[in-house]
Structure formats: C-alpha cells, structure tokens
C-alpha cells in the first residue's frame, strides 16, 4: 500500500516494450494532493456559485458559452480528483483521501465513490478482458454504442433520480437557463470527455503483444494533455505508473 501514498520525485530511466517511457519514482504528497483537490472544488464551487446566482448571460455572445467550457473542465477535473483518490494518491491519511474522493465523485452528478471504486481497480486488473467493466469486446462499434454500454455500467438509477431532484430545487432559486447551461450541460459533457480522452481514444481498437497494458497515449504536448483530459490522455503512463497522481504525469511521458 504504500506506492498509493507517493506522488513524483524524480524520473529514472526505463523502457516497456511498447517503447521507451520515463519511469518515475515516488515521493511523499506532502499535502500537494489535498492542495491540487481543494483548488479544483473551490474553483468548480466558486464559478459554478457565480454562474447561477450573479451571472446574466448575453446569449449572443461567445462568453457564455466559454464559460459553460470553463465549468465543463472543472467537472472533469472533479472526477479526476476522485479517481487520484481511488489510487491513493490524494492523501496518505487514508480517511482524508477516501472523504476527499467521496466529495469529488459526489459534486460530478452524485456519483458514488465506493461503487466507483471497486470498477476501477477492476479495469486495471483485467483491461481489455472480459473481466473489464470498461472493455469493448467488439459488439458495439463506434463510439457512440461504446459509451452507451459504459454509462450502462457505471450510472445508476440513484443517480438519476438525485440529479433531477436537484434540478427541480435549483430552478426554484435561478434561472432555469442557468442551471441547464452552467450546471447540467458540463456534468453531461465531462462525461463525454472523460470517455472519449479516459476510454475510447486509448483502449479502442488492436493492441500490440508487447503492449502489457493494452493502452496507448496521446502524442507529448503537455499544454494539450491538461486541457483535455487532466493528461489523463497519457493513459499507457497511467497505466503504468498508477501511482503518479494526475499533477505529476506529464513527467511520465518523457
């Protein structure tokens, strides 16, 4: 248990067959996982708080449609969070980064921490297997019949019931325009980004022999890699290195 409590120190060689990548080695969080979590909840509670209380959007301006993008990359970046916390790599007191990964999963459309956590571990024991809940056997080509299947797996009834619930309470006090553009439309969304640069774009398709993860990364440009996916995009590095948490991957990629 104790990868799950480091976070980057400094890079070492290695080479996996797949090619050649920097192995990291771990170092002690020392508080920078629960610093780079609050920052992502504070800033998700704070637009997201502005948005429907104080913000009056001109619809036939571009802004406010940057910042529902905005509010989309902070829900990703809650998930994100979350799954740090499924690796430990949030905090090492373990009752912290279990409330802090509860918190998160919850704020991202009451997901449930616990169930979520059970699949992960499941996906990066048996990937690319039948024993994957995230795999793709070939039954449903394409994208969009693959995230149909995954959202089947992972979103539950509870769920659903709770979202429409809190939609019904939230038009109560702010404008119903609002709340589907800034609160609804990015939860929807950051799932769609999170499967397409988390799922679809590394584990589709044929995966080479020597590839011990069946995963594959997407090119090195680190500015890139934040901005779409948290560089969760450099998912064979993840795979790899499970215990780099998100802030401290790009390392990974050489």
Known sequence: MSELTYSVAEVVSASPASGPRARVRPA??????????????????????????FYQPDWRTPWPYLLALLQTHLYTGLFITAHDAMHGVVSPNKRL?????????????????P???????????????????????????????????FA?????????LLMAVTYNVLKLFFPQANVIAFWMLPAVLGTFQLFYFGTYLPHRGEHA??????????????????????????????????????????????
């Open 97 to 113: 980064n279990k409330y802090i990964g509860t918190l998160a999963a919850g704020l991202f459309a009451f997901n449930w921490f």
């Open 152 to 160: 089947w797996n992972y979103v539950t009834v509870w769920q659903v």
């Open 115 to 149: 169930g979520m956590l059970a699949k992960h571990h499941a996906h990066h024991r048996h990937v690319a297997t039948e024993d994957d809940p995230d795999f793709h056997n070939g039954r449903h080509p394409g994208f969009l019949p693959w995230f149909v299947r």
């Open 209 to 254: 022999a020597d590839n011990l993860h069946k995963s594959r990364s997407q090119f090195r440009h680190h500015v890139w890699a934040f901005v779409s996916c948290y560089f969760f995009g450099y998912h064979y590095e993840h795979h790899d290195q499970p215990y780099l948490p998100w802030w401290r991957l790009w390392q990974a990629k050489g």
């Open 28 to 53: 002690p969080l020392q508080g920078r996982g629960v610093l780079a979590a609050g920052l992502i909840v504070a800033c998700w509670t704070g637009l997201l708080t502005f948005l429907l209380a």
